[in-house]
Structures are given as structure tokens and as C-alpha cells.
């Protein structure tokens, strides 16, 4: 018997998740019933599921699809995900150089140690929408902004990446997956696209 969503065209989205939003649509755990879902921003099809999830305070680009190969693709190592963390205190290059190296984290008692990636300091404070919750202020001592590029996402990698070297993150934006970037997008922006390249 024929299959009728067989020849049915795959949809993909983009989307800047805001902060304080789970990346999910539906709501069936009930400690969470009065949480923030993507589906407040659009009419999504149904089957969608977002690809690599950002968790509810890390904020920025969300790739969307119908299409679970797709999926499958993007949260593998060929793609790049390159994150803006805003993180507390001065960076050193000590630190910096760590990262890039590898540094060791825990995964429920398990301890992982980090692939090399590609990290640096931002010169200037990126262009970002505000977030909807104020980071504390300047009074508390000094922050900076880095860039974090990985091939692999573990939970909460980028945080236990920078509290491991002694810098905890305040603010994470994931800002690229690939060759898509979140350019000018606002908090909430919601953008259907053809497929994705990469």
C-alpha cells in the first residue's frame, strides 16, 4: 500500500530561541506544565522536532525539520555549531588554550574529556538581542565574550567546558550550525527555509 506523506516535501525552519524557552512543542511531563514551548511563536507542521536541542537558559540559532535524516546529519560531527558565551571573569589564554585542548567534565558521575576545538576571545561585545533576563551588572567584576566552535554537543557541554577553567558561563547564544547563522535575527524569529546547506 502505498505511503501518502512518502512524496510529501520535508519543511525546515529557523528559529532564535529566546531565553527561557525548552526546545520542544508539547508539553507531557507534567513539572513542566507552565514552561515556555517553541509553539508559541508559529503554526509549525506537525512532526516537527528541533535538531540539537539548546536547553531552556542557552538562547539562539534552532534548526527545525520534519526531516529525521536531517536531523541525524546536523547533530553529527561533520557539522560545526559555533556558540558566543559570555563568561565570568577576565579569560586568560591559559584557560582559553584549555579549552581548545580539551578539558575534562562529568556526565551523570561519568567524566568525559572534551575534543580539541576552536576558541577565542571576541574583541568587542557582540550584537545580540537583549535577553529577557538581566545578566547581573559590571559592579560585580569584569565578564568577556568568547567563541566556542565544537563538532559534538554533549548536555550543557559549553558551560561545564568554562566552569572547568575556572570561568562559568552567564550567557550562551549558539550563533551558527554550519554555514547558517543567525545574521540579524530577533529573539523569537521564526524563518521557513527551502533545506538546508551546509
Not at 77 to 88: G, L, P, R, W
Not at 112 to 141: M, S, W
Request: positive net charge.
Amino acid at each position: 500500500m502505498e505511503n501518502p506523506n512518502e512524496n510529501k516535501r520535508h519543511q525546515h525552519f529557523i528559529i532564535y530561541k529566546p531565553y527561557g524557552y525548552l526546545s520542544q512543542f508539547a508539553n507531557n511531563d507534567i513539572s513542566k506544565h507552565k514552561k515556555k514551548l517553541l509553539g508559541e511563536f508559529y503554526v509549525f507542521p506537525e512532526k516537527i522536532m528541533a535538531i540539537g536541542r539548546l536547553d531552556e537558559k542557552s538562547e539562539g540559532l534552532l534548526l527545525l525539520t520534519t526531516d529525521g535524516n536531517m536531523s541525524e546529519l546536523v547533530r553529527s560531527s561533520k557539522i560545526e555549531k559555533e556558540y558566543f558565551a559570555e563568561v565570568d571573569g577576565d579569560i586568560t589564554d591559559e584557560a582559553l588554550e584549555k579549552l581548545k585542548i580539551g578539558v575534562e567534565i562529568g556526565f551523570g558521575g561519568i567524566k568525559y574529556t572534551t575534543k580539541p576545538c576552536q576558541v577565542f576571545k571576541l574583541n568587542e561585545i557582540p550584537n545580540l538581542p537583549e535577553r529577557a533576563k538581566k545578566i547581573r551588572d559590571e559592579r560585580h567584576g569584569p565578564t568577556n565574550w568568547i567563541s566556542i566552535t565544537l563538532r559534538e554537543g554533549k548536555f550543557r557541554q559549553v558551560r561545564k567546558m568554562t566552569a572547568a577553567v575556572g570561568f562559568p558561563t552567564l550567557r550562551l547564544v549558539r550563533v551558527r550550525v554550519g554555514t547558517i547563522h543567525i545574521n540579524d535575527m530577533k529573539a523569537g524569529d521564526v524563518k521557513e527555509i527551502l533545506d538546508f546547506e551546509f
